[in-house]
């Protein structure tokens, strides 16, 4: 076959593309000439504007589009780069700020208040009450607004919505008592002053209370502190653990699964034959209280304080609970038949955990995030309590920092953007041997020249923690953010446990943390990857000074020559006296074997 024309119709395709677009590409010129008229810099670029009408355009493009008009000019920010020192206390205050601040605190602490429903009566209209109560709650958010401006202290992030205040406002008038339902490790975080003013506001007669859940993790003697802080303040105080509760209802019901064995059957009707006899003993007891009660009082200007009205540190059980609740109360009720208890606290203090182990079914929905409870409820605990659950609200109050937030359970912790103050926070209230015994890790010890005594930095335990479980990024180091949420969780649920003091008793002595259970493991011992994995500095002066002063051997490297017939080439590749020719060295010496470059070259991926 002849060869093909290149001018032929099989290229018709790329003598088209040239047609299209080969006249855009400019002929180069060397010299400024005088060739093209249209190219003069007269101020416009006609060639390269690309003229469109303009009618309508959003906010952002008008913005632009003004800006550029006025002549201003947007320049990119440099150099505005702060280097964080890992070794400080990172997003934390100092001794004296943190005086400071609390000082702040008790002078502003009178106007830390929530939203009052205004004042309405019959003739007052929907519209007209909705009105008035979005102009108080305005109010009210303007002044908390001011008063974090202008002083600078820092608030829990409060709810916002009218709604769930309303539906406060709704369980407060509908109850006798109203009890706050606070986090045992701090009591006074949690607890609404203001709302206790708020609830005799409404009704002198109704009663305020505190129940202090997860007490399970304070001790006899801490729980005995708290009692009589309250009792000072005089309010009355109870101590519950839900999940202990709930522990014992499930191996309640597991143990029912043995009901059938006849020897089962036999002690059920022993115990119910003790109930009954106890029974009949209650009944004359309480007759002999009735006829009591009959008998006329003394008179005085005080009535005498009983000794059930004083606060007991004991830890209440399910049923103890439920009658403490009934036996509370005994002024004026909203509702004759039964008396009202409105249940009130945060997120996450165990709100519907105890409402639900009281309830010993699932009458309600457990969720850490506000706002799960829409509505509040009313529960029928037993015919003469009556259960009113208000949805979680975070109330106002004071904090120093957002890591308190945090490792008090306000703010989630899987939505959390800097896990570095937290932690810090958390290694300074957790001693270091307490963290090495609960997780079975070894942090880094302090450096030459630094305090042997100090708490170890966030990173120096997020690196060991991460190390030990296996937590490692893309490139091979420990992942410090997500060792961390592990970390803060355990705090918050109180795997890690560390609980506030009253303000009138030392926290030192209030609480006190076990002595070291495990054997102290020195950094030297663990294998060299696990400690360079744990290190902030990679380096430490004591290797560089080994590293400098070591004796390095000097070796000769040389192949051997023909014109050395007496000298041969040694196993260590040196040059020895021989009778061997040297002409073929490689003979008598092992050859190296290939190895993988990722083991030959081991030592550039050290941590």
């Known amino acids: 076959m002849g060869k093909k024309n290149k001018g032929g119709a099989s290229n018709l395709g790329r003598q088209l593309i040239k047609d299209r677009f080969g006249h855009t590409q400019r002929r180069k010129v060397d010299n400024d000439t005088m060739l093209h008229t249209t190219e003069l810099q007269d101020g416009y670029d006609w060639g390269r504007l690309n003229l469109s009408s303009v009618t309508e355009e959003s906010s952002f493009q008008a913005f632009l589009r003004t800006a550029e008009l006025a002549g201003t000019e947007f320049q990119a920010e440099k150099l505005n780069i702060t280097f964080v020192n890992p070794k400080q206390r990172v997003g934390l205050l100092s001794k004296t700020q943190e005086q400071r601040m609390h000082q702040k605190h008790d002078e502003h602490r009178d106007q830390l208040k929530i939203p009052r429903r205004p004042k309405w009566t019959k003739e007052t209209s929907a519209e007209e009450l909705v009105r008035a109560e979005n102009e108080a709650f305005l109010d009210w958010r303007r002044d908390l607004a001011l008063l974090q401006e202008d002083e600078e202290i820092l608030m829990t992030p409060y709810e916002k919505n009218l709604e769930f205040w309303r539906q406060l406002w709704r369980v407060v008038e509908r109850s006798d008592v109203v009890v706050q339902i606070v986090d045992a490790r701090n009591p006074l975080l949690f607890r609404s002053a203001d709302l206790e003013r708020y609830v005799k506001e409404v009704e002198p007669s109704k009663m305020n209370m505190i129940l ?126 039964h008396v009202t208890v409105g249940m009130v606290g945060y997120p996450n203090v165990g709100k519907s955990s105890t409402i639900n182990s009281l309830m010993t079914v699932k009458k309600v929905s457990v969720s850490a995030t506000p706002g799960k409870t829409k509505r509040f409820q009313t529960l029928f605990l037993d015919k003469d309590i009556l259960l009113c659950d208000c949805p ?59 305090d042997m005594e100090r708490p170890p930095h966030s990173e120096e335990l997020l690196l060991a923690y991460g190390y030990n479980r296996g937590f490692m990024t893309s490139n091979g180091q420990p992942d410090q953010a997500r060792s961390a949420r592990y970390v803060l969780k355990d705090y918050v649920n109180g795997r890690l446990l560390y609980a506030m003091s009253p303000p009138s008793v030392p926290q030192t002595e209030y609480h006190t943390f076990p002595e070291r259970q495990r054997k102290v493991i020195e950094e030297s011992q663990l294998p060299g990857q696990q400690q360079r994995a744990m290190r902030i500095n990679k380096s430490t002066s004591k290797e560089l000074d080994n590293q400098f002063f070591s004796d390095k051997p000097t070796h000769a490297h040389v192949k051997g020559r023909t014109n050395f017939p007496n000298v041969r080439l040694a196993n260590d590749g040196s040059l020895v006296a021989g009778n061997d020719p040297a002409a073929k060295p490689w003979r008598h010496v092992k050859k190296e074997r290939r190895e993988k470059l990722r083991k030959k070259f081991s030592h550039l991926d050290e941590h």
């Open 392 to 450: 979680g609200l975070v109330m106002p109050s004071f904090v120093l920092t957002k890591a308190d937030m945090l490792l008090n359970g306000i703010l989630p912790i899987d939505q959390m953007r800097d896990h570095v103050p937290a932690v810090n926070l958390l290694c300074e209230r957790i001693p270091r041997h307490v963290l090495e015994d609960k997780y079975g890790i070894v942090i880094a010890k302090p450096l030459e020249g630094e």
């Open 212 to 337: 202090v859940n997860k007490s399970d993790l304070l001790t006899e003697e801490q729980r005995r502190h708290w009692a009589e802080y309250f009792d000072s303040e005089g309010i009355r105080t109870a101590f519950y653990s839900a999940t202990l509760v709930e522990e014992e209802l499930k191996r309640e019901a597991e143990e029912k699964g043995l009901d059938s064995f006849p020897e089962v059957q036999q002690l059920h009707r022993a115990v119910d034959e003790i109930k009954q006899s106890l029974d009949s003993v209650e009944d004359a007891l309480n007759v002999i209280e009735q006829k009591c009660k009959m008998i006329p009082e003394t008179q005085s200007d005080e009535l005498p304080r009983l000794p059930g009205d004083k606060n007991s540190p004991r830890l209440l059980s399910r049923l103890e609970l439920i009658e403490f609740l009934r036996n509370i109360y005994t002024g004026p009720r909203h509702t004759e038949q």
